[in-house]
């Protein structure tokens, strides 16, 4: 039997008869159920914004044991049904991780983001760091427009790229770390496993 990477159960679970013949996942069908997909793509300021999945209690705590459990073995489940799709995203883009504390990276034993994208065969640049003790949400909303001050560019990118990340929760963080890349009106995208419902109410009434 091979077992659900999640609940351990057998990966043919909640698996209908349609889903059968095809089914090549690494989690059973009642976990798998349980990713809500977001079909809506994002223009937020000068970002192209494509999340695959909506943030809600599942994949929080699924990327809290990941991510701060240390549960490597995870790491495929979040972009398994994506693959190839991000594989193309990125075809001829480079794919650039938005920083983390090296600090934190060092602590876990890998990074989260990089190891996620594995199944995908994408290969991401890291060329931020972050400076290490900076929590975006313990820092109060006029304040975050300074992350550039804590974002540090290791060398610079000469080719098209793509950003990302896990979740978008405001955007911020992402605006202010592809300005440290762009050229002035030059349009950037970013790809996330997941979006914040906060973000989705944000765009929703700005219209974006
Ligand atoms: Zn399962």
């Known amino acids: 039997m091979k077992a659900c990477k999640i609940c351990f159960r057998s990966v043919d679970e909640g698996v209908s008869l349609r889903e059968y013949l095809f089914y090549d996942d690494i989690i059973c069908g009642n976990c798998r159920h349980k990713f809500i997909e977001n079909?809506?793509?994002?223009?937020?300021?000068?970002l192209r914004i494509t999340a695959f999945y909506l943030y809600d209690d599942f994949l929080e705590s699924l990327l809290f044991q990941y991510k701060e459990a240390r549960?490597?073995?995870?790491?495929?489940?979040?972009?398994?049904?994506?693959?190839?799709?991000?594989?193309?995203?990125?075809?001829?883009?480079?794919?650039?991780?938005?920083?983390?504390?090296?600090?934190?990276?060092?602590?876990?034993?890998?990074?989260?983001?990089?190891?996620?994208?594995?199944?995908?065969?994408?290969?991401?640049?890291?060329?931020?760091?972050?400076?290490?003790?900076?929590?975006?949400?313990?820092?109060r909303a006029s304040e975050r427009g300074k992350i550039k001050e804590v974002i540090k560019l290791k060398y610079p990118i000469e080719k098209d790229f793509i950003l990302f990340d896990d979740v978008i929760t405001s955007g911020n963080t992402l605006l202010s770390t592809a300005s440290l890349l762009k050229d002035s009106n030059q349009i950037v995208k970013a790809v996330a496993l997941s979006v914040h419902p906060l973000f989705v109410e944000l765009c929703e009434k700005e219209r974006l």
Request: aromatic share 12%; charged share 30%; hydrophobic share 30%.
């Open 39 to 46: 079909k809506k793509t994002y223009s937020y300021h000068n």
């Open 71 to 139: 549960d490597i073995a995870l790491a495929d489940v979040f972009l398994w049904k994506k693959k190839e799709e991000v594989f193309d995203i990125f075809r001829h883009s480079a794919c650039i991780l938005m920083p983390s504390s090296e600090q934190k990276i060092k602590e876990r034993g890998f990074h989260h983001l990089e190891r996620m994208l594995e199944c995908c065969h994408v290969e991401p640049i890291s060329c931020f760091e972050k400076k290490d003790g900076y929590k975006q949400s313990t820092q």
